[in-house]
Nanobody, 121 residues
Framework: VQLQACGGGLVLAGGSLRLSCAAS????????MAWFRQAPGKEREFVAA????????YYASSVKGRFTISRDNAKNTVYLQMNSLKPEDTAVYYC???????????????WGQGTQVTVSS
């Protein structure tokens, strides 16, 4: 599976962005998907995950209630809608895929190249 993330950019605090991650291959619908992020000087951290069916989602406490992960298996795409953005959300955001159960752990098999999100105050 190859993943291509896009949708990042510069936004004012309180604003919104929607990230997209397009996947190649016909097996996309069998993969759990997730978003992670990495801020300068910090370790990569979990943001959100979604099961292969889209029925189950899980969020980091820092983004719960502000971010929404979703997927469209017909389009081989996973999304991350980010609302009420804060400067501390500034990071490179990565999408990831794995077979099996979606988790919050850094054990995903496939990773996209990342897209930069910058939130100014």
């Amino acid at each position: 599976v190859q993943l291509q993330a896009c949708g990042g950019g510069l936004v004012l605090a309180g604003g919104s962005l929607r990230l997209s991650c397009a996947a190649s291959g016909r097996t996309f619908r069998s993969y759990a998907m997730a978003w992670f992020r990495q801020a300068p000087g910090k370790e990569r951290e979990f943001v959100a995950a979604i099961s292969w069916s889209g029925d189950w989602t899980y969020y980091a406490s820092s983004v719960k209630g502000r971010f929404t992960i979703s997927r469209d298996n017909a389009k081989n795409t996973v999304y991350l809608q980010m609302n009420s953005l804060k400067p501390e959300d500034t990071a490179v955001y990565y999408c990831a895929a794995k077979g099996g159960i979606a988790t919050m752990y850094d054990d995903y098999q496939f990773w996209g190249q990342g897209t930069q999100v910058t939130v100014s105050s």
